[in-house]
């Protein structure tokens, strides 16, 4: 992809002063009001994947986090977090029960590439919510395109958006605002492209580059963590751009601010300084 000029369109740095806010919660607040995000991943050998997204909704403040993911994790799931509700799926017919329960979905994590991942992603792309895809969804997206539903989030990183766009990974860091404009315009979503200085983008050309962040988040799982806070952000309000926003700021800030203790930084460290870093930014109770 040629290196591409947007004069008069230079993306707007994410900052305390630029990010959305979310709103106090009333006193006689319930869990209905925050919305239920499904998390739908975990084929086998990775189902660690749909709980790092899973615990990252709940630190976020989801009023309700449910995980499908094969039978073979529910146990394992439970123990690990019991506040969710956890369902074991074997095909795609099992997910339209919770499917109707839910407001927003996040697909993707753990969800392979086999038989299993791609008849749960059918089924969830004909759903007409919200939703953040990531990881495998986004594969399989590149392989077979979906039309994904209104008010949706794409988080590919450089190889991901690569296979999107068929370009090579090198053409894609050549020109990454280009490549998150292409995206989000081509599939009609806001599209988070990750990596250092992670870009923004919407499908009608908006930019905007997260500046924070640390190099002791180079490792696994953190995309999934990222999706969970996205997730949780739709379910209380913030339209797909808002929450994009202030989601990729969050998680940034909190790699950073984590990262000052150098190597080792595990993803699933990073949920409980964003629920931290979220009440200094936007309190609970007024």
Known sequence: MPQTKHPGNA??????????????????AHKGDFGHVLVIGGDLGTGGAVLLSAE????????????????????ASLARLPETMCLGVSSANQ????????????VGPGLGQAAWGRS???????ARLPQVWDADALNLLARAPLALPAGSILTPHPGEAARLLGLSTEAVQADRAGAARKLARRHGSVCVLKGAGTL???????????????????????GDVLSGVLA??????????????????LHACAGERL????????????????????????????
């Open 120 to 126: 749960l992603l059918s089924a969830v792309a004909n």
């Open 95 to 106: 997910l339209m029960a919770v499917l109707e329960r839910a407001s927003v979905l996040v």
């Open 259 to 286: 990262g000052v203790r150098g190597r080792g930084l595990a993803a699933s460290d990073l949920a409980p300084v964003i629920r931290e870093l979220l009440e200094e930014h936007s309190a609970c109770q007024a």
């Open 11 to 28: 993306p707007l740095a994410l900052s305390s002063l630029t990010v959305a806010h979310l709103p106090a919660r009333l006193a006689d």
């Open 200 to 222: 923004i983008a919407d499908p009608h050309g908006q930019l905007r580059v997260c500046e924070r962040g640390h190099p002791a988040m180079a490792g696994a799982g953190l």
């Open 232 to 249: 949780a952000l739709l379910a209380q309000g913030l339209d797909a751009w808002q929450a994009a926003g202030l989601g990729v700021w």
């Open 56 to 75: 990252a909704a709940l630190r976020c403040g989801a009023g309700l986090v449910s995980v499908a993911t094969r039978p073979e994790h529910v146990a």
